[in-house]
Nanobody, 119 residues
Framework: QVQLVESGGGLVQTGGSLRLSCAAS????????MSWYRQAPGKQRELVAT???????VYGDSVKGRFTISGNNAMSTMYLQMNSLKPEDTAVYYC?????????????WGRGTQVTVSS
């Protein structure tokens, strides 16, 4: 079992910066990758960034060049450094962990942290 807790959300002005943190506990040895997702009111959840154990990363098109995902090799801590923030970045940001059990992929999710960018 994996538990995830996000922190670091808040209110920031356009052009400002914010760093989100995700702490993972439980069976973290089984985690293959971790991700940040976000969901704004009235919109579907979208991928922000993913990082794997080998440090391979994937970013959503809307955040490339502005956000940076990082984590430790044990996959117990993950960060999202957000720079040049825009009002369009306003959303609830969720931490997710991904692992395999046999031929199936499994996910765990945090409860989210609110990020609001004022215009």
């Amino acid at each position: 079992q994996v538990q995830l807790v996000e922190s670091g959300g808040g209110l920031v002005q356009t052009g400002g910066s914010l760093r989100l943190s995700c702490a993972a506990s439980g069976s973290t040895f089984s985690i293959n990758a971790m991700s940040w997702y976000r969901q704004a009111p009235g919109k579907q959840r979208e991928l922000v960034a993913t990082i794997a154990r080998d440090d391979r990363t994937v970013y959503g098109d809307s955040v490339k060049g502005r956000f940076t995902i990082s984590g430790n090799n044990a996959m117990s801590t993950m960060y999202l450094q957000m720079n040049s923030l825009k009002p369009e970045d306003t959303a609830v940001y969720y931490c997710a962990a991904h692992w395999e059990m046999g031929s199936e992929l499994h996910d765990a999710w945090g409860r989210g942290t609110q990020v609001t960018v004022s215009s």
